[in-house]
């Protein structure tokens, strides 16, 4: 089993005395060779982002490394998602799980173990940056990462992708890698209508990994014992590649 998660924009720094290096570092160095290349102006129009931003991270690519240093990358992340993960409070077993299951999806990175050492960058997956022949990151990191999830699956029992990414991230899985992706869905019910909300959602994610490492869940089944924060698994929303879970609104 692979649980696929997104990352952040919002990044800390907290350097670790080890040395991991993400998988595919050399891809890695293509990207920040052509962000690096471009100037402040550039950056705002390319990532939509205002001037004070685009500074700080024009510094940031301006002398970025690859060097197997820098901070754990589920420290890294600061978003609600990981918050509510709470990285930080697991224990030697939780934290061996997260590193056989858990994988990161990134625009710079590809994919990510929890523990692959990693510097803050911005740089989100629909980012229309072209490199070499791709025309967006899309195109660099589908072949790439969906190969990778495949033989990680493939050395599996349990041979299946648990999704709590974004669609932003998990649209760059090709269909071969979707015949075994299970999407995980967080609903608020309001009125007796289950909606989607956001900020919930995000929580929920949060909680989902965190309860799956310190429960050491391998199966589907135990997959549906989540009751965090009201949540209860609805099987008639659910089908064979989504699996529901709703909570009242309170």
Same mark, same amino acid.
């Given at each position: 089993?692979? *649980?696929?998660?997104?990352?952040?924009?919002?990044?800390?720094?907290?350097?670790?005395?080890? @040395?991991?290096? &993400?998988?595919?570092?050399?891809?890695?160095?293509?990207?920040?060779?052509?962000?690096?290349?471009? &100037?402040?102006?550039?950056?705002?129009?390319?990532?939509?982002?205002?001037?004070?931003?685009?500074?700080?991270?024009?510094?940031?690519?301006?002398?970025?490394?690859?060097? !197997?240093?820098?901070?754990?990358?589920?420290?890294?992340?600061?978003?609600?998602?990981?918050? @509510?993960?709470?990285?930080?409070?697991?224990?030697?077993?939780?934290?061996?799980?997260?590193?056989?299951?858990?994988?990161?999806?990134?625009?710079?990175?590809?994919?990510?173990?929890?523990?692959?050492n990693i510097y803050p960058y911005r740089l989100e997956m629909q980012t229309k940056l072209s490199i070499n022949e791709y025309k967006n990151l899309y195109a660099l990191w589908k072949p790439i990462i969906s190969k990778y999830?495949?033989?990680? *699956?493939?050395?599996?029992?349990?041979?299946?992708?648990?999704?709590?990414?974004?669609?932003?991230?998990?649209?760059?899985?090709?269909?071969?890698?979707?015949?075994?992706?299970?999407?995980? &869905?967080?609903?608020?019910?309001?009125?007796?209508?289950?909606?989607?909300?956001?900020?919930?959602?995000?929580?929920?994610?949060?909680?989902?990994?965190?309860?799956?490492?310190?429960?050491?869940?391998?199966?589907?089944?135990?997959?549906?014992?989540?009751?965090?924060? !009201?949540?209860?698994?609805?099987?008639?929303?659910? &089908?064979?590649?989504?699996?529901?879970?709703?909570?009242?609104?309170?």
């Amino acid at each position: 089993m692979i *649980i696929l998660i997104s990352p952040t924009k919002t990044m800390v720094e907290n350097p670790n005395d080890t @040395y991991c290096m &993400s998988e595919f570092f050399e891809i890695s160095k293509s990207i920040m060779k052509a962000l690096s290349g471009s &100037s402040i102006e550039g950056l705002m129009k390319l990532m939509k982002i205002k001037e004070p931003l685009a500074t700080q991270n024009h510094e940031r690519f301006s002398n970025f490394s690859f060097d !197997g240093k820098g901070t754990s990358a589920i420290l890294a992340y600061q978003g609600i998602q990981y918050k @509510y993960m709470q990285p930080a409070s697991f224990n030697k077993e939780e934290r061996q799980y997260a590193q056989k299951h858990l994988r990161i999806l990134s625009g710079l990175y590809g994919i990510l173990k929890p523990y692959d050492n990693i510097y803050p960058y911005r740089l989100e997956m629909q980012t229309k940056l072209s490199i070499n022949e791709y025309k967006n990151l899309y195109a660099l990191w589908k072949p790439i990462i969906s190969k990778y999830i495949m033989e990680e *699956i493939q050395k599996s029992e349990e041979p299946y992708i648990l999704n709590l990414a974004s669609n932003e991230y998990s649209k760059v899985l090709d269909e071969q890698c979707k015949m075994y992706m299970i999407t995980i &869905s967080f609903k608020v019910i309001k009125e007796g209508i289950p909606k989607n909300e956001a900020t919930q959602a995000k929580i929920a994610r949060g909680r989902m990994v965190h309860f799956l490492a310190n429960k050491d869940v391998h199966t589907l089944d135990e997959i549906k014992q989540f009751h965090e924060d !009201g949540y209860q698994y609805d099987e008639t929303l659910s &089908s064979v590649n989504e699996m529901v879970f709703v909570k009242n609104k309170r």
